[in-house]
């Protein structure tokens, strides 16, 4: 990963990064909003998540949705809705999928289990499924997600020129 939008990354998640990563999407003002993580962390933990939010407006718009029961809501809707199950069912299975492909010629890793987000039987998380749809475009719980909270709207950079938290960074609802 290029140094520059690696600290802007550490910044965004206020911690360092445990591996290379790389920043699969972007947002309004050309930050990161999502990176791709390995299977395996530098030291070799199994990592479930492909893809990482680190948007701070969309971390905190999807934090309040899963606060308010969407996650709930969802899977209640997977067991009533046989068509929102399937599509759900295959890009969990395409997700495991493709995020294991790689360590096929590696040895001595651990393939991490589960969908998105690790999950198996039901909705994990939501800010993993918009990072799945944003980065790639083939998840319909992310899609739900995405609606519900709207497009990039800052109208200032999370981050400064310095590396640091911008003070003067707001998000709109």
């Known amino acids: 990963m290029v140094s520059e939008a690696k600290k802007i990354v550490e910044t965004q998640l206020n911690r360092p990064l445990r591996s290379d990563v790389e920043v699969v999407s972007r947002c309004h003002l050309n930050l990161p ?5 390995p299977s395996n962390l530098d030291d070799g933990t199994p990592f479930p998540t492909s893809y990482w939010l680190t948007c701070p407006m969309y971390m905190k718009k999807v934090g309040t949705l899963e606060s308010h029961g969407l996650i709930k809501e969802l899977d209640r809707q997977l067991n009533e809705n046989k068509d929102l199950y399937k599509k759900w069912s ?4 395409s997700y495991e999928d493709e995020r294991n492909k790689d360590n096929k010629n590696r040895k001595n890793l ?3 289990t589960g969908g998105v987000g690790g ?3 039901s909705i994990k998380c939501l800010h993993s499924h918009l990072a799945d749809e944003l980065a790639t475009n083939k998840n319909i719980i992310g899609k739900i997600v995405l609606e519900a909270v709207g497009g990039f709207n800052c109208q200032e950079p999370c ?3 310095n590396y640091e938290k911008n003070i003067k960074w707001k998000s709109k609802w």
């Open 90 to 93: 295959e890009r969990q299975k």
């Open 119 to 121: 999950a198996k039987e």
């Open 33 to 37: 909003a999502v990176i791709k993580v």
């Open 110 to 112: 651990i393939d991490p």
């Open 159 to 161: 981050v400064n020129q």
